[in-house]
């Protein structure tokens, strides 16, 4: 039982992931929709139901179309527009937090880590310390 779970485990691993532009257009709505819809709660069952597709179909498909579970990827792109507003808005990481649509700031720094190594204030202040660097660095070339 053991072995056959990790010949399984290989098969869903080396599928080939396929780029978007070959995934049905339900599944491309899908994924533009949870790009507008990013900051509002997204549930499983309301995009299935948008993707026209079962659960299990759902997940299949929008695995080998995007290389991430829904709910992975959903994480992926909020932690990825979170980044973009710590560094250009300076808002507090509950706003960001909520902004981008996690429920948690707990959670969404635990996520953000996952991501990015580092905390979400921690990434902020290291990008910032990097561009000062290389001001420096070019004004003490001039």
Same mark, same amino acid.
């Given at each position: 039982?053991?072995?056959?779970?990790? !010949? +399984?485990?290989?098969?869903?691993?080396?599928?080939?992931?396929?780029?978007?532009?070959?995934?049905?257009?339900? +599944? !491309?709505?899908?994924?533009?929709?949870? &790009?507008? &819809? !990013?900051?509002?709660?997204?549930?499983?069952?309301?995009?299935?139901?948008?993707?026209?597709?079962?659960?299990?179909?759902?997940?299949?498909?929008?695995?080998?179309?995007?290389?991430?579970?829904?709910?992975?990827?959903?994480? &992926?792109?909020?932690? +990825?527009?979170?980044?973009?507003?710590?560094?250009?808005? @300076?808002?507090?990481?509950?706003?960001?937090?909520?902004?981008?649509? @996690?429920?948690?700031?707990?959670?969404?720094?635990?996520?953000?880590?996952?991501? @990015?190594?580092?905390?979400?204030?921690?990434?902020?202040?290291?990008?910032?310390?990097?561009?000062?660097?290389?001001?420096?660095?070019?004004?003490?070339?001039?």
């Amino acid at each position: 039982m053991k072995r056959k779970r990790l !010949l +399984l485990r290989k098969k869903v691993d080396t599928s080939p992931v396929h780029p978007a532009s070959q995934s049905s257009p339900q +599944l !491309l709505r899908t994924i533009a929709y949870i &790009h507008q &819809h !990013l900051s509002e709660p997204l549930s499983i069952s309301q995009l299935c139901r948008l993707c026209c597709m079962s659960r299990a179909n759902f997940f299949r498909a929008f695995k080998r179309a995007t290389g991430f579970s829904p709910v992975a990827f959903i994480n &992926h792109e909020r932690v +990825l527009r979170s980044a973009q507003l710590l560094l250009r808005d @300076f808002h507090s990481l509950a706003d960001v937090c909520y902004q981008v649509g @996690f429920n948690s700031v707990s959670y969404f720094i635990r996520t953000f880590k996952k991501y @990015f190594g580092m905390t979400p204030l921690r990434y902020r202040a290291a990008v910032i310390l990097s561009a000062k660097a290389r001001v420096h660095q070019q004004t003490s070339k001039v």
